[in-house]
Nanobody, 119 residues
Framework: QVQLVESGGGLVQAGGSLRLSCVAS????????MAWYRQAPGKQRDLVAR???????NYADSVQGRFTISRADAKNTVYLQMNSLKPEDTAVYYC?????????????WGQGTQVTVSS
């Protein structure tokens, strides 16, 4: 069993910052790519940022230059630093990770953390 737990969401004014964290736990040997997605009410879940196990990153155009994804494999953790937040960033943010287990690679999702940006 593997589990991802997000934290760090909350209410912030436009222009403010938040830092999301996601910790992987359970029985696995290593982490592959890790990512953050978000889903606003009535919309589909979209990729926000992704980081490979070699540190390569990619971002959605809407967050490029404002958000930074990073990982600390020794802590089984991926972060999302969000700066210059806008009301349109309001969504539930989900962590996603590929984890190598005794039965092979597994893709896991966190339960989500709410981010609300007020204007």
């Amino acid at each position: 069993q593997v589990q991802l737990v997000e934290s760090g969401g909350g209410l912030v004014q436009a222009g403010g910052s938040l830092r999301l964290s996601c910790v992987a736990s359970g029985s696995f040997f290593s982490q592959g790519a890790m990512a953050w997605y978000r889903q606003a009410p009535g919309k589909q879940r979209d990729l926000v940022a992704r980081v490979t196990n070699r540190g390569g990153t990619n971002y959605a155009d809407s967050v490029q230059g404002r958000f930074t994804i990073s990982r600390a494999d020794a802590k089984n953790t991926v972060y999302l630093q969000m700066n210059s937040l806008k009301p349109e960033d309001t969504a539930v943010y989900y962590c996603n990770a590929d984890l190598f287990t005794s039965t092979g690679w597994k893709n896991a999702w966190g339960q989500g953390t709410q981010v609300t940006v007020s204007s």
